[in-house]
């Protein structure tokens, strides 16, 4: 079983910077996919960023420009750098991680979720 744990949310004002980061542990063989999604209240989840590989990311438009997906397969771990936060940036943030485990079966596991808060 794959465990993912996040770290790095919480309050900013407008036009900061947070840096979320996710750690995936237990039996992993190879990891295809991270990626960032978020929920806000009334809302469903959306995806923020997704990474492949180290040149093949993904971003949503609202984000682009503004944050940065990276990752580092010898650690497990994939990184949200967040830059010019607003508002409407303010959701519970989740990780998924994609890949074969250590029995070489598919798997996709989710982070717990960490808060952003944005104030205006």
């Known amino acids: 079983q794959v465990q993912l744990v996040e770290s790095g949310g919480g309050l900013v004002q407008a036009g900061g910077s947070l840096r979320l980061s996710c750690a995936a542990s237990?039996?992993?063989?190879?990891?295809?996919?991270m990626g960032w999604y978020r929920q806000a209240p009334g809302k469903e989840r959306e995806l923020v960023a997704s990474?492949?590989?180290?040149?093949?990311?993904n971003y949503a438009d609202s984000v682009k420009g503004r944050f940065t997906i990276s990752r580092d397969n010898a650690k497990n771990t994939v990184t949200l750098q967040m830059n010019s936060l607003k508002p409407e940036d303010t959701a519970v943030y989740y990780c998924?991680?994609?890949?074969?485990?250590?029995?070489?079966?598919?798997?996709?596991?989710w982070g717990q979720g960490t808060q952003v808060t944005v104030s205006s």
């Open positions: 990474i492949i590989s180290e040149s093949t990311t």
């Open positions: 998924n991680i994609r890949g074969l485990s250590g029995g070489l079966v598919r798997f996709g596991s």
């Open positions: 237990g039996s992993i063989f190879s990891i295809n996919s």
